[in-house]
């Protein structure tokens, strides 16, 4: 006997509009995954566009500090070579552009642009997003840097009477600096011994002392272990003795005080005796210790004037000095005696 299978017409119905909501949802589900995968092609080269823009600001920045720190140091040699090798070795593929300019006497201004290591052409190239026609972006970076005599800084706690340091310029470069505040080339490097004990004897044309007032011998009050901090603006405390200030603390320092040039604040005028000492600051210079004597040590330089008995002295040379140090600050109507700051500005 034949069997017979007998369906409800509802239950058919609703299978088939099952059916059609599966369907519906398939097509959905494509057009997101569409939409997602466009979402995540974008922050793939977002993401990469955000690193190369790192590299070149890295690029930009290190080339305005090395093409300023030139500059400062009396040339500013070939710039845009310069700017290009400091571009390329921060880029991880070893390829980028740069564009130097100086948009005043005393700044440079460095614009990094992304290259493509194969073509050379000066543009990023995309990955997912060439296929939405996007094919490459341009990407750059911007630095600028300048540079200039110091209005402050943290400084070794002594001071030279500036008197003293126009005798190591040569005739041109002295002319140069009182009519123009500045003069190119290094301080005439010869080795001397700058005494501040009370025989110290005076340098020809200097007042007697060279400017130090009885009992100052030169230093100044700490700010802070054995430095002071320094501002051209204001009159600043001599402290007396004839060794190093704060003697256990600056005892430490003997041993790296060769290692590099020390910024060195010049005074223009001293003022009544003894810890009264005041000074009038007037620059900062530039002074390579190769020698010293204090009552508690010595390491004296032969190529300098002898400092015998009594004799209590720093001995050495005004040289340049470019220094990258972030406390230091600058300002515009200073003399620039051959120390320099270099500081980012944008």
């Known amino acids: 006997m034949r069997r017979l299978n007998f369906l409800r017409p509802g239950l058919v119905q609703e299978d088939a509009k099952e059916t059609k909501e ?21 922050a793939v080269d977002v993401g990469a566009l955000y690193a190369e823009k790192a590299q070149l600001q890295n690029g930009a ?98 001071t030279v009477s500036e008197c003293v340091f126009k005798k190591y310029l040569s005739p041109t470069q002295l002319a140069s600096l009182n009519s123009t ?60 003795g004839n060794h190093f200030p704060n003697a256990a603390t600056c005892d430490s320092v003997l041993a790296h005080i060769m290692d590099e040039p020390a910024l060195i604040p010049l005074f223009k005028t001293a003022a009544q005796n003894g810890n009264k000492t005041k000074y009038t600051l007037i620059g900062f210079a530039a002074f390579q210790v190769t020698g010293y004597k204090f009552d508690g040590g010595q390491q004296l330089d032969p190529a300098a004037p002898s400092c015998t008995g009594n004799c209590r002295a720093l001995q050495g040379y005004f040289t340049r000095f470019v220094s990258l140090e972030e406390g230091s600050q600058m300002s515009g109507g200073i003399p620039n005696y051959g120390a320099s700051v270099v500081t980012l500005t944008e």
């Not at 340098?203 to 002392?209: E, F, I, P």
């Open 61 to 158: 920045d290190a080339a305005a500090l090395a093409i300023a720190t030139d500059c400062a140091g009396g040339s500013c040699g070939n710039s845009t070579s310069t700017g290009n090798q400091f571009a390329n070795s921060n880029a991880n593929d070893n390829s980028s552009g740069a564009v130097v300019t100086f948009p005043a006497a005393t700044t440079v201004r460095v614009v990094t642009n992304a290259r493509d290591a194969g073509s050379g052409a000066n543009s990023f190239s995309l990955f997912f997003a060439q296929a939405f026609g996007v094919q490459t972006a341009a990407v750059n970076a911007t630095a600028e840097a300048s540079w200039g005599a110091p209005s402050s800084a943290t400084t070794l706690p002594w």
């Open 22 to 42: 599966r369907g519906a949802a398939t097509v959905i589900v494509a057009g997101l995954m569409v939409v997602l995968l466009g979402f995540a092609a974008i």
């Open 181 to 240: 505040g500045t003069f190119t080339g290094d301080p005439i490097p010869t080795h001397v011994t700058l005494r501040y004990d009370t025989n110290a004897p005076a340098v020809g044309g200097c007042v007697a002392q060279n400017g130090y007032q009885p009992g100052g011998f030169g230093w100044l009050e700490t700010t802070s272990g054995c430095s002071t901090d320094i501002s051209i603006s204001a009159v600043v405390q001599g402290q007396p």
